[in-house]
Each structure stands twice: as structure tokens, then as C-alpha cells.
């Protein structure tokens, strides 16, 4: 009896492992199915069950659009079957080339509207940017220039014991365009719609992190937040012409302190999530007149990725510690503005939008240091000036303010350094 009872349960057994065995190898993996655009630049990446009943992975193209001539568009691609809805979000990326120094905005624009994408992921590397979107439905994806971004330095190579900076310097733009259409009705009187986002609301959350843990201390620096909602500066129009808000820039600047404690090499990685809102006008033009609406709410939202190498070697290593093919000693780059010749850092500088003065300027709250410079050379001594101009034009307009990557020695870091923390 127990023989029989021990044989019925080893079948029992065995007719469960095979037929987990079987299940296992019929049963069908999930299959990511990839679009990509002629141009070499997007792709679309989605299992089919995001896809919505009837439609298949062959129905889905992307087509480049031509925007050399249309101002801060990176680029811009047409998806179709246009206005199709997915089941899950159909996961977008882009990849442009070049020193962009920027983070971005990803719209989705079409004749009725202009959409933010967000919980996009942008990581900038040397010479490329990398961007991940996901998609809830088609119309034409837009790249916008987004928020002007610039990083110093771009590596770094220190003695242990050594302590250096790294900071980020984000601006944004007052606004930016999208969407519309033109069109001549049967008289010939030519129509156009469209839509303008007025940026008014920019947070900021950004955190570098080492990624070994044992080279560098601290391992990560302190979370920062902040926030900006600029004061209302002017509103113009009215009856038909427009009633337009104009803002201040929306800037930020941060530095972050680090030491060398070991020696080794390491990683620091900027985390960064920015949340940008505003209001979403649309008009329309045609027969002489023009018409504004109220406006909408506007808000998107991305996280933005850098890496900095960082070298920490011992002293008797001095000699190789260099950052540079050709330098004899060690040396880093900072970004600098070049004004009435001296090299000021640039994180120490505000941008203001036009008041007193016609165009976009800097201005500094505080005394700021600088090295002098003269016929090509850099020089080790620290000056300083206060804002020439506080009610014009401060230390002088964006425009006619060169901004120049300055290799300057650790010598006239550390000199810099004794002003500037």
C-alpha cells in the first residue's frame, strides 16, 4: 500500500516539473519592437500590447521634419497614425550630436495644441545628448532648446588632500513657441493660429554623487532645492492687441566642494530634476485683427544626468596629476566671462532682462574676483570689482560679454578659491 502510494505521488511529481518544464519554454516572451526615423536620430521602442486593438508595430513611421530655419528648435519628428492613444507610453529616443549645453524641453505639438512631456531623462556627455521620453500618443515631437545649461569643470585631477569645485549654471527662457497653422481663405487673406508658452515657475532639485564612495569625501553633496516664481515685471497690450506677462530670467547657480582622500579614480554624477510651468497662450491673426485666449496651465518636468571623471593621486604622482595633453603642471577649466580684461567665473553673475538697459545684462549682487589676463597670459593675482552699472547695464550685455573656457593652474584656483567660497 504505502508502495503504491509513494509511486502515485513520484508520478505526481514528475507530471508537475514537465509541465512546468513546458510552460516554460512554450509559453511567449514579451517582444520590444523598434521603429526608427531616416534620419538616424529617434527611435521608438514599445512591446505590442501597447499598441491599441487593430494597429500593428508596420503602421508606426516617424518622419523628420526640416527645422534649420525655425529658432531654438533642436529637432522635430511627425509620428503617426497621428492622433493614435497606446495602451502604455511607447518609450522615445533621441540622440543629438554636438556641445549643446542644454537640457532640452520635449513638446508634443499639433494644429489644436502643445503639449510638455514629462518625466523625460536627458544625459549629457561629451560631444552628445541623450534623450528618453515616453509617448502617450502621436502628433509631431518637437525638441525646444530648453534650459541653457553649463557645467565647470569638465574633469578634474587633484592630490589627495586636495579639495576642488563643480558647478552647474541653468538659465531658462521667458518663453518659447509651438504648434499653428497658416492658410489664405478664398480671398486670399491669410489666417495663421498658434500657441506661446510664457514660463514662469522653474524648480530646481540637483545632488552630485560620487560613485565609487572611498575617493572623494563627502561621497555626495548636500541635496539642494530651489525655487523660482519671479516677480510680475510688466504687462503690455490690450483691447486687440495682446495682453503679454513678461518675466525676469529664471537662473541658477550652485558650486559643490570636494576632497581628495584617497587616491584612485572616480565618477561624479549630477542628479538633477527641474520642473518648468507657465501659462500656454493661444491666438490666432487674420483679416486685421488678433485674438488671445486667457491662457492654460503648462507644466513639464525632466531629470538630467552628468558625469565629471575625477583623478585623486598620491604626491610623489604630482608630476602626472594634469588635466590637458601638453601641460607641465596641473590644471583645470572654469568658465569664465572676459570683461575689460580680466577672466571673472561665471557662476558668480545674474542675467537681467531689459529695463533701463535694451538687452539681456549681468549683474552682481556682491563683489566679484577675477584674474587678470594680458596678451594670451593669465594671471595669478585675484581682483575685484563691484557692479559698474547697477541700474543699466551692469558689467555689460550677454551679447558683448565674451564667455570663454579659461585653463587656469591649481595655483590660481586655490587663490580664486580664498575669495569665492
Known amino acids: 500500500m504505502n508502495k503504491k502510494l509513494y509511486l502515485i505521488a513520484g508520478t505526481l511529481v514528475a507530471i508537475l516539473v514537465m509541465g512546468g518544464i513546458l510552460y516554460f519554454f512554450s ?42 530655419e525655425i529658432e531654438r528648435i533642436e529637432g522635430a519628428w511627425r509620428l503617426q497614425p497621428e492622433g493614435i492613444k497606446f495602451n502604455e507610453p511607447l518609450v522615445a529616443t533621441i540622440e543629438l550630436e554636438g ?139 490690450g483691447g486687440l492687441a495682446p495682453m503679454t506677462t513678461k518675466y525676469d530670467p529664471l537662473a541658477y547657480t550652485s558650486q559643490s566642494e570636494f576632497t581628495c582622500v584617497n587616491s584612485g579614480q572616480d565618477t561624479l554624477e549630477l542628479l538633477g530634476f527641474f520642473v518648468i510651468q507657465g501659462t500656454k497662450i493661444t491666438y490666432s491673426h487674420g483679416a486685421g485683427l488678433s485674438q488671445y485666449d486667457d491662457g492654460n496651465p503648462y507644466d513639464t518636468s525632466m531629470r538630467l544626468t552628468k558625469q565629471i571623471p575625477v583623478e585623486c593621486v598620491a604626491e610623489e604622482d604630482e608630476q602626472e596629476a594634469t588635466i590637458g595633453e601638453d601641460e607641465e603642471e596641473r590644471t ?34 556682491k563683489e566679484a574676483y577675477g584674474l587678470r589676463h594680458e596678451n594670451g597670459e593669465v594671471q595669478t593675482e585675484v581682483v575685484s570689482s563691484r557692479d559698474p552699472a547697477p541700474g543699466q547695464c551692469g558689467f555689460g550685455t550677454v551679447e558683448n560679454t565674451p564667455t570663454v573656457n579659461v585653463n587656469i593652474t591649481y595655483e590660481q584656483s586655490v587663490e580664486l578659491l580664498k575669495y569665492l567660497e
Open 99 to 237: 556641445d549643446l549645453n542644454r537640457a532640452p524641453i520635449v513638446t508634443m505639438q499639433s494644429e489644436d495644441d502643445i503639449e510638455g512631456v514629462k518625466d523625460t531623462e536627458i544625459s549629457i556627455a561629451q560631444n552628445q545628448t541623450t534623450i528618453t521620453a515616453p509617448i502617450e500618443h502621436f502628433s509631431v515631437l518637437v525638441v525646444e532648446e530648453g534650459l541653457e545649461v553649463e557645467f565647470s569643470p569638465d574633469s578634474i585631477t587633484r592630490n589627495i588632500g586636495e579639495s576642488f569645485a563643480v558647478g552647474i549654471d541653468v538659465r531658462a527662457p521667458r518663453s518659447f513657441s509651438g504648434g499653428g497653422r497658416s492658410w489664405k481663405n478664398d480671398e486670399g487673406i491669410e489666417f495663421s493660429e498658434g500657441f506661446t508658452v510664457e514660463i514662469s515657475h522653474l524648480s530646481i532639485t540637483e545632488e552630485w554623487v560620487a560613485q565609487e564612495g572611498n575617493i572623494l569625501d563627502p561621497p555626495d553633496s548636500e541635496v539642494k532645492n530651489e525655487t523660482f516664481e519671479p516677480p510680475q515685471r510688466e504687462t503690455i497690450g
Open 27 to 68: 509559453s511567449e516572451k514579451p517582444v520590444i519592437n523598434t521603429v526608427k526615423s531616416s534620419d538616424g536620430k529617434m527611435q521608438l521602442t514599445f512591446q505590442d500590447s501597447s499598441l491599441p486593438e487593430g494597429l500593428s508595430p508596420k503602421d508606426i513611421s516617424i518622419t523628420p521634419i526640416n527645422t534649420e
Open 332 to 365: 583645470s577649466d572654469v568658465v569664465m566671462l572676459d570683461i575689460d580684461g580680466v577672466y571673472y567665473p561665471k557662476h558668480q553673475f545674474s542675467i537681467a532682462s531689459p529695463d533701463r538697459c535694451e538687452e539681456d545684462h549681468y549683474h552682481s549682487q
